[in-house]
């Protein structure tokens, strides 16, 4: 009569709250328990229709914040990891990937360095920067070795999805810190004369440049700027000197591609 008793068939009821204290987890333990990244994120592996991203930094605890945040999407899925740079060139060897994300501060190859030979490696491959450096000077690199978006690590849970789908639509994302810097470099480039040949023309010579490129004789040019005809032949001489151009039909070309006219 003591077996009715056993406290066998009551003990599962007493356990039954655990699971769900762990299963939330559940799905993403496999991901963040396996070291080398690749070996438990194979392409074959990659949903259709969802772009295949590979991740990239040297702190397991980092790459796997990342991917919860990025696999929750139903349009993004890390298909592989990497915990340093030249791992990440290997991983985009041996893996179909759309997009690289990759942390710049990593040991053997930088993400800074990986960018650049992944750019060379795989031309079509997306990259973006995902990095704690609020910093003009490694943004700059960033852009200039092939990435197309630079994302910080502290907003990387409101900016970095929204960067994924930006760089795949071949948009470029860059967070509010790092437009202003772009301003910043562009203003002072034109204020020390480093800009293209656009900002190199003086006021009057674009009005010039436009109204030669309208087709106004030098006569009608010097009437409409209240200026003599030998000045409009100066600017006209200046136009083409420091342009490069020979004629007034390359000089009416010029204008089009300036949007000083319709074509």
Do not use: W
Not at 117 to 129: D, F, K, T, V, Y
Not at 180 to 188: F, G, H, Q, S
Request: glycine share 6%; aromatic share 4%.
């Amino acid at each position: 009569m003591s077996e009715p008793s056993t406290p066998e068939p009551s003990a599962p009821g007493r356990s039954a709250p655990e699971p769900p204290d762990a299963a939330p987890s559940v799905p993403h333990p496999p991901a963040s328990h396996a070291s080398p990244g690749p070996s438990h994120a194979a392409s074959s592996h990659a949903a259709p229709g969802r772009i295949r991203i590979l991740l990239a930094d040297d702190h397991a605890l980092v790459r796997r914040g990342v991917r919860l945040i990025l696999d929750r999407e139903p349009d993004l899925e890390v298909v592989a990891e990497a915990g340093d740079g030249a791992e990440a060139i290997d991983m985009a060897r041996t893996h179909a990937v759309d997009l690289a994300v990759l942390d710049i501060a990593m040991p053997r190859l930088t993400g800074l360095q990986a960018t650049r030979e992944l750019a060379a490696l795989a031309p079509g491959l997306r990259i973006l920067m995902l990095t704690m450096h609020d910093n003009e000077q490694y943004l700059f690199q960033a852009l200039k070795a092939g990435a197309c978006g630079y994302v910080l690590k502290s907003v990387a849970d409101r900016d970095l999805v929204a960067a994924c789908r930006a760089a795949m639509r071949d948009e470029p994302f860059l967070y509010p810190g790092a437009v202003t810097a772009l301003i910043r470099n562009y203003l002072d480039r034109v204020r020390h004369g480093e800009e293209t040949a656009d900002h190199i023309l003086t006021p009057r010579e674009e009005e010039v440049l436009k109204l030669v490129a309208e087709g106004h004789s030098s006569k009608e040019i010097a009437e409409i700027l209240f200026i003599s005809i030998k000045t409009v032949q100066r600017h006209r001489a200046n136009l083409l000197h420091k342009l490069g151009l020979r004629d007034r039909l390359e000089l009416t070309r010029y204008a089009i591609r300036a949007g000083l006219i319709e074509p």
